[in-house]
């Protein structure tokens, strides 16, 4: 059993917009050990959680056992909070690895720091952020 070995790896989404690439990586990224691999999404105000179920976390769930992921293996989280970053690392606790997808920066991200890199630099976990190309929907 490698020291290493990612087993849980929780896989914040923010939205479909880098879907595709995240869920290659994670498919790549999965090893014969690999227990689970939740997806997370953080509902932002005026978002239904019905809406997020089907139109990410569904949606995300199916590209990832289309790249080859065992359904069996995936899980899907829908968190309420404030600040989501913080709601992300909270939810990585007992997780090997987070995974989150680059996000457009805002003008509160250039003044304050993005969500991707507050959990890369608060999780005590590795962080893995897969990154948008030019012209990805």
């Known amino acids: 059993h490698p020291v290493n070995q990612l087993e849980r790896i929780l896989v914040s989404l923010r939205g479909v917009r880098n879907a595709p ?6 498919a790549d990224l999965v090893e014969d050990g690999t227990t689970d ?3 997370l999404h953080v509902l932002s105000e005026g978002e239904e959680r019905e809406d997020v179920q089907h ?14 992921l065992d ?7 829908i968190e309420v909070a404030d600040n989501p970053g913080t709601a ?6 007992g997780y090997d690895a987070v995974v989150i997808g680059e996000t ?11 969500v991707p890199e507050q959990i890369a630099h608060e999780a005590s976990i590795p962080v893995m952020v897969v990154r948008r190309r030019d012209g990805d929907a």
């Open 88 to 93: 992300i690392i909270d939810a990585a606790r």
């Open 21 to 26: 690439r995240i869920a290659r990586f994670v």
């Open 37 to 39: 691999v939740t997806l």
């Open 104 to 114: 457009e920066p805002s003008v509160a991200d250039v003044m304050f720091g993005s």
């Open 55 to 68: 139109n990410v976390l569904d949606a995300v769930g199916q590209m990832m056992t289309e790249e080859g």
């Open 71 to 77: 359904a069996g293996l995936v899980r899907m989280r």
